[in-house]
C-alpha cells in the first residue's frame, strides 16, 4: 500500500466554523506533512512531524492546529479562518529512518473553500 | 529569494515533439535536486533526485540532468498522457525537505 489517504476531498466552511482535515498512511513512514497550495502556485511547507511530535512549524497562524495521533494519522484542525486560507491542503508522507532521497508521497489533497 | 527558477513557465507540444524544461538553482552545497510532476487536482508524485553535477536519471520518456548551476527534465517523444506541471525543488534549510519552484505546465497536444 503506497498511498496517503486524505479526507475530506472537497470542504466548505464559513469563517466562524471549525472544522479537521485528515490524512492516514500505512507505509511505515515516520515522517509527516502538511503543505498548502494556492492556485497555479507551487506547495508550500507549513507543519512536520517527525516520529509523532512536531518538529516544523513555519511560521502558520494560530487558527491552524495540526495534530499527530499516531504514527499513522495527521489531523490539521482549522478555526476562525479568512477567505485568503482557501486553498488545497497536501499531506505527505516520508520514511524518515533511511537517509532522505527527498521523496515524499503525497496525498489527492483537501480542497478547503472559506466563505 | 526563489532558490529555484524554473523556465518555461509554460510549454505546449504536439505529440512526438520532445523538448526540455529548465530548472537553474541558487543554493550553495547543493545536497539535492528533486522533480516531481503533479496533474491537476493532484498531489505531487515524485519523480526523481539528482545528487551531484553530471549525474542522470531515466524514467520512461523523461530523462533528468543536473549541472552545477541548473537541471534539465527531458521529454522524448512526449503523449498527451505526459500533459501535468514538473516541480523542480530543492531542500530546505538542513533538512531534506523540498522547497518547490513555480514549476512548468505542460501540455501535449494529439
Known amino acids: 500500500d503506497t498511498e496517503v489517504t486524505q479526507t475530506p476531498k472537497h470542504l466548505v466552511m464559513g469563517m466562524t466554523n471549525k472544522k479537521s482535515l485528515k490524512c492516514e498512511q500505512h507505509m511505515g513512514h515516520r515522517a509527516m506533512y502538511w503543505y498548502k497550495q494556492k492556485a497555479k502556485k507551487p506547495p508550500e511547507l507549513m507543519f512536520v512531524y517527525s516520529y509523532e511530535k512536531l518538529s516544523i512549524n513555519e511560521s502558520v497562524p494560530s487558527r491552524f492546529s495540526p495534530e499527530c495521533p499516531n504514527s499513522s494519522l495527521l489531523n490539521l484542525h482549522l478555526h476562525a479562518l479568512q477567505p485568503e486560507d482557501s486553498a488545497l491542503y497536501l499531506c505527505?508522507?516520508?520514511?524518515?529512518?533511511?537517509?532522505?532521497?527527498?521523496?515524499?508521497?503525497f496525498g489527492e489533497g483537501s480542497r478547503l473553500t472559506v466563505l | 529569494e526563489d532558490q529555484v527558477t524554473q523556465s518555461p513557465e509554460a510549454l505546449r507540444l504536439q505529440e512526438g515533439e520532445s523538448s526540455s524544461l529548465n530548472c537553474s538553482y541558487t543554493?550553495?552545497?547543493?545536497?539535492?535536486l528533486f522533480w516531481y510532476r503533479q496533474d491537476p487536482g493532484k498531489g505531487p508524485e515524485f519523480l526523481f533526485t539528482?545528487?551531484?553535477a553530471g549525474e542522470e536519471k531515466e524514467k520512461e520518456r523523461l530523462k533528468a540532468t543536473l549541472t552545477k548551476k541548473e537541471s534539465f527534465l527531458h521529454i522524448t517523444a512526449p503523449k498527451p498522457e505526459d500533459s501535468a506541471t514538473y516541480l523542480c525543488a530543492v531542500p530546505s534549510g538542513g533538512s531534506y525537505i523540498p522547497t518547490f519552484g513555480r514549476g512548468t505546465s505542460l501540455i501535449v497536444h494529439p
Open positions: 539528482l545528487y551531484s
Open positions: 505527505a508522507s516520508s520514511d524518515g529512518r533511511v537517509p532522505n532521497t527527498g521523496e515524499l508521497f
Open positions: 543554493v550553495s552545497g547543493l545536497r539535492g
